[in-house]
C-alpha cells in the first residue's frame, strides 16, 4: 500500500513555536511534548500543507543527510505522530 503524501495536525492538538523548536499539546491525552528544531521543522510543514516529498525535499536541503536517510527518518517520525494521533493522513 503506497503511503499518503499529505497530513494534518489533529484539532484535538495545539502547538507552540518556542525559538527553534515546538511546545506541542494533545488535548485528548493530556500529553505534552517539546520538539526539536528538526521535528518543529517536519511540523511546521505539515500546518503549511507541504507533502511529504516537499518536507523531505527541504530538511535534505537544510540538513547533511541523504536523500535516503532523510526519508527513513522522516517515515519513522510521520508513522509515530500518526499512531500517537497527533497527525492523520489527508486526501487531497
Known amino acids: 500500500m503506497k503511503r ?3 497530513y494534518e495536525i489533529s484539532s ?3 502547538w507552540k513555536k518556542e525559538g527553534n523548536s515546538i511546545i506541542l499539546l494533545d ?3 493530556g500529553d505534552f511534548f517539546k520538539l526539536n528544531s528538526t521535528a518543529a521543522k517536519i511540523l511546521e510543514g505539515l500546518s503549511s500543507d507541504k507533502s511529504l516529498s516537499k518536507i523531505q525535499e527541504d530538511l535534505v536541503e537544510s540538513y547533511d543527510t ?3 536517510e ?6 519513522k517520525f510521520i508513522d509515530k505522530l500518526s499512531k500517537m494521533g497527533i497527525i492523520k ?4
Open 4 to 6: 499518503p503524501e499529505n
Open 12 to 14: 484535538d492538538v495545539e
Open 27 to 29: 488535548f485528548n491525552t
Open 66 to 68: 541523504t536523500p535516503k
Open 70 to 75: 532523510c526519508g527513513l527518518s522522516l517515515k
Open 89 to 92: 493522513s489527508i486526501k487531497k
